[in-house]
């Protein structure tokens, strides 16, 4: 079946730095994928999305670009502000499936 | 537009007791899931549902119950709360049926079962 993997948090940084969060998949055929974003108390929202090999998408300075040969969908940023403070979660689904799958989820803790 | 709406926001509930968490969507979307969350383990979907009148069931279904008698409602119903149960639950709907389309998240709703 399918699955998702990503790094394991907390992930801490200082103000300004880079971010990179990894997130790995296994699925059958072609999903698409997705980064959702939860902020203390809030639900999930969609951060960005690709929904084919070799697509970037892009939201509020934060990237990820599919990459159908390493089954990969790595989220980052240039430079992290303390109000991205949140839970990321990666998330793929498959053309096939009306339910999609997610990762566990990484915290990201920015300190001013 | 409200998106999706939850109610209510929290919840301390007696164990054995009956409880009604709802869920109302004004984006007309077809599928609609629930989800509990709980520190640690994620997001784990209890029930859904493609279309009004269908309902499946997800990863952790047991001591759960949904209807899905129409677009919008999608309640899902405890039928005797034991302390497992404490939870931030939280709604979601999508449009179908591409795969491409992402879900909509409600605010939650936290519910302690003592």
């Known amino acids: 079946g399918d699955s998702v993997t990503q790094m394991e948090g907390p992930v801490t940084l200082s103000e300004e730095a880079f971010l990179t969060i990894n997130c790995t998949y296994t699925?059958?055929?072609?999903?698409?994928l997705f980064w959702y974003v939860q902020y203390p108390g809030e639900g999930l929202q969609l951060l960005l999305k690709?929904?084919?090999?070799?697509d970037k998408g892009s939201n509020k300075g934060f990237e990820a670009t599919y990459r159908k040969e390493t089954t990969s969908f790595h989220l980052e940023k240039g430079s992290v502000q303390v109000s991205d403070s949140a839970v990321y979660f990666c998330?793929?689904?498959?053309?096939?499936?009306?339910?999609?799958?997610f990762g566990r989820g990484t915290s990201l803790i920015v300190h001013p | 537009i409200a998106g999706i709406t939850q109610a209510p926001t929290s919840q301390i509930l007696a164990a054995g007791r009956r409880m009604t968490l709802r869920c109302t969507q004004d984006m007309r979307h077809n599928a609609m899931y629930w989800y509990r969350q709980d520190l640690g383990l994620g997001l784990r979907l209890i029930h859904y549902?493609?279309?009004?009148?269908?309902?499946g069931k997800g990863e952790v279904p047991d001591g759960y119950s949904v209807s899905r008698a129409n677009t919008d409602d999608f309640p899902l119903t405890l039928a005797s709360a034991v302390p497992s149960q404490t939870s931030v639950y939280f709604c979601?709907?999508?449009?179908?049926?591409?795969?491409?389309?992402?879900?909509?998240f409600g605010p939650g709703t936290r519910l302690t079962v003592l």
């Open positions: 699925a059958t055929g072609y999903p698409s």
């Open positions: 979601a709907s999508s449009d179908l049926p591409s795969g491409y389309n992402e879900q909509f």
């Open positions: 549902s493609n279309t009004a009148g269908t309902t």
């Open positions: 690709a929904t084919k090999a070799d």
């Open positions: 998330a793929l689904k498959s053309g096939g499936s009306y339910i999609p799958t």
